[in-house]
């Protein structure tokens, strides 16, 4: 099993719909948790840190569920340039130190 | 400002040469890491580096060297490289290695082996 996995995509969506990602993650000692998107061929970009609270930036809201180990990413009213791949990404900071990326979801945002 | 630099941003070289990839950042982060991205999958954690020093290598290839000669500075030298060495090279600081602390990436290097 993967340690972090992600919700195969691509989702091919219209504008202004709704659109959620999960993300499952399988080390308990994971720690930090986060969205990132990344546009083709470019870095990845921090879209916003999770948190057990839930915590909302605009269109965009993340949830942990750290009994169930998942992650959520929603976004409301999507938009053209929303168009990139999501990238779940977990820290595991218990007895030494791991950045584990999941494989991404490539959304398609259509006109 | 959240800005990562590396140079160059394209590099060609063949499988004798030696050639070094640069990174910077002045944003007084003192966790730098490489990564490297193949075409379609996610980037894979290469080397970290905690107050200038080696605090992670992922059985990287000797081939594969790094260097931190300061805060701000993070260098991968390349010697020997193989053809399935090209991939996207990503530099990221943090403020601090490990949680809680976000990573922010530079826009990479991208190497061809030929």
């Known amino acids: 099993r993967k340690e972090v996995e992600q919700d195969p995509g691509p989702f091919n969506v219209p504008e202004g719909a709704t659109v959620a990602f999960n993300c499952t993650y399988s080390n308990s000692a994971s720690q930090s948790f986060f969205w990132y998107r990344q546009d083709c061929r470019k870095e990845p970009k921090l879209l916003m840190s999770v948190y057990s609270s839930g915590n909302e930036d605009g269109r965009f809201t993340a949830q942990l569920n750290r009994a169930s180990q998942y992650i959520s990413l929603l976004i409301r009213d999507s938009k053209l340039s929303d168009s990139a791949t999501y990238l779940c990404?977990?820290?595991?900071?218990?007895?030494?130190?791991?950045?584990?990326f999941g494989a991404g979801t490539r959304l398609f945002v259509k006109a | 400002d959240t800005e990562v630099t590396q140079t160059p941003k394209h590099l060609v070289m063949g499988m004798t040469n030696k050639k070094s990839l640069k990174c910077e950042q002045h944003?007084?982060?003192?966790?730098m890491y490489w990564y490297k991205q193949k075409a379609k999958k996610p980037p894979e954690l290469m080397f970290v580096?905690?107050?200038?020093?080696?605090?992670i290598n992922e059985s990287v290839p000797s081939r594969f060297s790094p260097e931190c000669p300061n805060s701000s500075l993070l260098n991968l030298h390349l010697h020997a490289l193989q053809p399935e060495d090209s991939a996207l090279y990503l530099c990221?600081?943090?403020?601090?290695?490990?949680?809680?602390?976000?990573?922010?990436f530079g826009p990479g290097t991208r190497l061809t082996v030929t």
């Open positions: 990404v977990v820290n595991i900071g218990t007895g030494g130190f791991k950045t584990i």
């Open positions: 990221a600081s943090s403020i601090e290695q490990g949680p809680p602390y976000e990573q922010y």
């Open positions: 944003m007084g982060h003192r966790a």
């Open positions: 580096y905690s107050y200038e020093k080696l605090s």
